[in-house]
Nanobody, 119 residues
Framework: QVQLVESGGGLVQPGGSLRLSCTASGLTFIRYPMGWYRQAPGKERELVAM????????NYADSVKGRFTISRDNDKSTLYLQMNNLKSDDTAVYYCNALDGGGVPYDYWGQGTQVTVSS
């Protein structure tokens, strides 16, 4: 069965940085485009960044362009999200997921990792 485990979240001050990791098991990682999503309290889950397989192209939500970088290590079946210059609006639970050919996430949601940006 597919398992996605996110880690690396925490409490950080505005302007700070965090690096999230997502370790995948139960799927052939290199075959799948992957995405980072986030869900803030009272809001719908949104796609933050995605990366193709094996990793030639990336795409970002306008709100994080220039601040976040998505990457992947296919040998380690791990997805990363480097987040710099964090803002209070980035506060959310962050999830990773595999995407189908149409960019739709599979129903593989993990527990997510909480990111809180606050002074």
């Amino acid at each position: 069965q597919v398992q996605l485990v996110e880690s690396g979240g925490g409490l950080v001050q505005p302007g700070g940085s965090l690096r999230l990791s997502c370790t995948a098991s139960g799927l052939t990682f290199i075959r799948y485009p992957m995405g980072w999503y986030r869900q803030a309290p009272g809001k719908e889950r949104e796609l933050v960044a995605m990366i193709t397989s094996p990793g030639a192209r990336t795409n970002y939500a306008d709100s994080v362009k220039g601040r976040f970088t998505i990457s992947r290590d296919n040998d380690k079946s791990t997805l990363y999200l480097q987040m710099n210059n964090l803002k209070s609006d980035d506060t959310a639970v962050y999830y990773c997921n595999a995407l189908d050919g149409g960019g739709v996430p599979y129903d593989y949601w993990g527990q997510g990792t909480q990111v809180t940006v606050s002074s």
